[in-house]
């Protein structure tokens, strides 16, 4: 499993858009790219996966190197809600893998 | 769909003691997943199950730890003679593999605390 370096904090003010990085420079071809967050007191919850290119959904949008080794989870209009600890993290696709979790990035919105 | 529920979300053990985790994963979820969780480690694996069969358990603590999963709807993390190294949140999750959805579920975790 791909290991993964995520910046350990950030900090956006309500309505920012907010981009959180992780390089994944030993990805392997049969990996993928997920993203989960955590509010205190509850388990991580799935926001966004991705392959290749570009990836978006109703909560986030992903963007990925050509070389896949870095993506950028896209956070539109932060609000207070969005507090959390975002991880990163790079395993087979199937559901069927344990995953292998780094810090994440604690990210702080300010009102 | 509750997802994932874990009981107790609170349990309070002395040293010595026996606690025993609960988790019931999502209906029609096949795979079984528990993680342990701690300021100084973060998130570790500790093992998985597919439709009840154990496939991994790198991350189980090779004593005192046990897992199983008698039937498809619950699965049972036991933690033998609690030390205080022991407290922690226990995370159970679970997916549907096979289906070309990969997301995992978790739940809302077990708080131990060894006393």
């Known amino acids: 499993l791909a290991k993964t370096t995520q910046p350990p904090s950030m900090e956006a003010y309500e309505g920012q858009e907010v981009n959180v990085s992780c390089s994944h420079t030993n990805i392997a071809t049969s990996e993928y790219i997920y993203w989960y967050r955590q509010v205190p007191h509850q388990g991580p919850q799935f926001i966004i996966q991705g392959y290749k290119d570009y990836v978006v959904n109703e909560v986030a949008s992903l963007f990925i190197s050509a070389d896949r080794k870095l993506s950028t989870l896209s956070l539109p209009w932060v609000s207070l809600r969005d507090a959390a600890v975002y991880y990163c993290?790079?395993?087979?696709?199937?559901?069927?893998?344990?995953?292998?979790f780094g810090a994440g990035t604690r990210l702080k919105v300010i009102a | 769909n509750a997802g994932v529920i874990q009981t107790p979300r609170h349990k309070v053990t002395g040293k010595g003691q026996e606690a025993t985790l609960w988790c019931e994963p999502i209906?029609?979820?096949?795979?079984v997943f528990w993680y342990r969780q701690t300021i100084v480690q973060g998130l570790e694996f500790l093992t998985y199950f597919r439709n009840q069969a154990p496939i991994d358990d790198s991350g189980m603590p090779k004593e005192r730890f046990s897992a199983q999963m008698p039937n498809q709807s619950h699965s049972t993390l036991k933690i033998q003679s609690t030390q205080p190294q022991d407290s922690a949140v226990y995370l159970c999750?679970?997916?549907?593999?096979?289906?070309?959805?990969?997301?995992?579920?978790f739940g809302k975790g077990t708080r131990l605390t060894v006393v």
């Open positions: 999750a679970s997916s549907r593999p096979g289906t070309g959805k990969s997301e995992v579920f």
């Open positions: 993290i790079v395993t087979v696709y199937t559901g069927n893998y344990k995953y292998v």
């Open positions: 209906s029609g979820h096949s795979a």
